[in-house]
């Protein structure tokens, strides 16, 4: 214990010397591996207190290789402290703070070397050199942002033109709406008029048509009466006014299966549980069944074919000759499509003409018909003013920049091509990926948000929701943006599955008056 304080003691002594060793290119004494800004904090006349305020030590222990700090505030100039940092000078290029654990570890972190300092003559200082290449790079960096600046000046310009003139031209459409809605109320009340004109020209005829569909209905009726009871008479042998078991026994149409006589369960088919039917019960129930087999009888009705075992036997010489004879008009048999053909069938189709209407109705439709025409038109205009009123307004909803210079980029599109994929980027729109391969546009994103970091919001836009990842999420993409003399993508990248990187330089993020300045800028 009492050769550990010693030790420390000496230790002590050493780093008191280390500590006013004040670097020779300095003018502020400063403990080494301090900044200038921090230099007032480390006062040899004072007591040190570190900088998280835990605790307050004899200004000998700051640099004294021994840990005293939570912060490692008190031990910038050694590696004694895991988080101590270590600040060079580096005059002649950009000063640095390196983590102090790297103090003495045989490699050269500062380009002046003195973070070396207990081997001297191990690291050369070569921050002249480098902050002369660095300089050169800035002032290249300068000159780029000044010529862009004068694009971009431009492109302000036009921004803000295009911008007023969208609020202008959206103002135009506000009114343009107004009046094609006062058109399109004008159109409805019309056509309104006009279609209840038609209506009452209309009614006549519908009501026409109604009387002779009931007129034809009554005479259908009758038909059927009068037919009815006239069978019914014919079966009533012995026209008692009631139709029996026995009389219909010897009437072949009752003889539904055609088995030569007319069975027990025939006579329940046509008579249901009754033993006989009067002329009311045989209108009702007998007749609708019998009808159909009469006309049969009488080859008036074919029933439909409708399964294929249904098909009528064909005589096989007869088949041979049909087939033989459609093999001769060169047709293959697989290709032949049989088109049924019944003349019944011809008479059920109703001619689709319209019906002829006197002139006046005739009139009276062909006005409600433009009116309707008419108020379709209108209606139309009024939704593509609305849609462009709503692009109009999204677009000008849009942050196009703090000076508006990215406004008239908004729908450029611009390309990029690598060894697989044709990439597009539309401003303010969407990104998209095609295969050289062929195959379809694949979706890689649409117009998010400016995702730049805080104080520097514009210099990075992101595009979102675009097409589903294979077993993933939805692709995105990130667009980084630098001044550039010419809008174009520079690379694009996929560093995650699905998630794109893209560099794009245009002379809108050219600006020479918030260039920070690379130079000789330190702290001596
Ligand atoms: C396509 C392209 C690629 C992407 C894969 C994911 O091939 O869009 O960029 O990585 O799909 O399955």
Avoid at 26 to 46: F, H, I, M, Q, W
Avoid at 162 to 167: I, L, T
Avoid at 348 to 374: G, H, M, N
Avoid at 407 to 432: H, S
């Amino acid at each position: 214990m009492i050769y550990s304080a010693w030790i420390r003691q000496l230790q002590s002594l050493t780093i008191v010397i280390f500590t006013f060793i004040i670097s020779a290119q300095t003018d502020v004494p400063r403990p080494r591996g301090v900044s200038l800004s921090k230099a007032s904090l480390y006062s040899p006349t004072k007591d040190f207190t570190c900088f998280d305020g835990t605790s307050t030590i004899p200004f000998s222990y700051v640099n004294d290789d021994y840990c005293d700090c939570f912060d490692g505030s008190d031990e910038p100039g050694t590696a004694a402290c895991l988080n101590g940092v270590f600040y060079c000078t580096n005059a002649g290029h950009r000063p640095q703070n390196i983590p102090s654990s790297r103090v003495n570890d045989g490699i050269c972190d500062c380009c002046d070397g003195t973070d070396e300092y207990a081997t001297p003559g191990r690291c050369s200082n070569i921050c002249e050199e480098l902050g002369k290449e660095a300089r050169a790079k800035a002032q290249q960096l300068a000159d780029l942002h000044k010529s862009g600046n004068h694009i971009r000046l431009e492109l302000i310009e036009k921004g803000n033109k295009k911008r007023s003139e969208m609020a202008l031209q959206l103002l135009q459409l506000e009114k343009d709406k107004a009046e094609a809605e006062i058109i399109k109320n004008e159109k409805e009340v019309l056509k309104s008029e006009l279609e209840a004109k038609e209506n009452e020209a209309l009614q006549v005829y519908r009501d026409a048509e109604e009387k002779d569909r009931q007129r034809k209905a009554e005479l259908e009726r009758q038909q059927q009466e009068t037919e009815a009871s006239e069978q019914f008479a014919r079966f009533d042998s012995n026209s008692d006014g009631v139709l029996t078991t026995d009389e219909i026994k010897v009437v072949n149409v009752f003889d539904k299966n055609k088995d030569g006589e007319v069975d027990q369960e025939e006579i329940l088919h046509f008579f249901g549980d009754k033993d006989s039917v009067n002329m009311e019960d045989f209108m009702s129930t007998t007749w609708p069944m019998v009808k159909p087999l009469l006309m049969l009888d009488q080859g008036m009705f074919r029933p439909a074919v409708k399964e294929e075992d249904d098909e009528p036997e064909v005589d096989e010489e007869e088949e041979t000759q049909r087939v033989e004879d459609t093999e001769d008009v060169g047709g293959d048999d697989e290709n032949i499509e049989e088109i049924p053909h019944d003349d019944a069938d011809e008479q059920d189709i109703e001619p689709e003409q319209s019906r002829a209407y006197d002139d006046e109705t005739q009139k009276l439709i062909d006005e409600a018909t433009e009116a309707r025409r008419q108020l379709t038109d209108a209606e139309r205009t009024v939704r593509e003013i609305e849609s462009n009123i709503r692009t109009f307004q999204q677009n000008l909803e849009k942050d196009y920049g703090l000076q508006q210079e990215y406004a008239t980029l908004d729908g450029q599109c611009l390309e990029y091509e690598d060894k697989e994929y044709i990439y597009k980027l539309c401003l303010f729109q969407r990104v998209t990926q095609k295969s050289k391969n062929g195959g379809m546009e694949v979706g890689l994103g649409e117009w998010g948000e400016w995702a730049g970091r805080e104080g520097n919001k514009y210099s990075v836009m992101k595009y979102t929701n675009g097409m589903a990842c294979w077993n993933g999420p939805s692709r995105m993409s990130i667009v980084n943006i630098n001044c550039g003399l010419e809008s174009k993508l520079t690379s694009v990248t996929e560093p995650f599955r699905c998630e794109y990187k893209i560099e794009l330089t245009t002379p809108a993020a050219c600006d020479d008056s918030n260039l920070t300045q690379e130079a000789t800028h330190d702290e001596l």
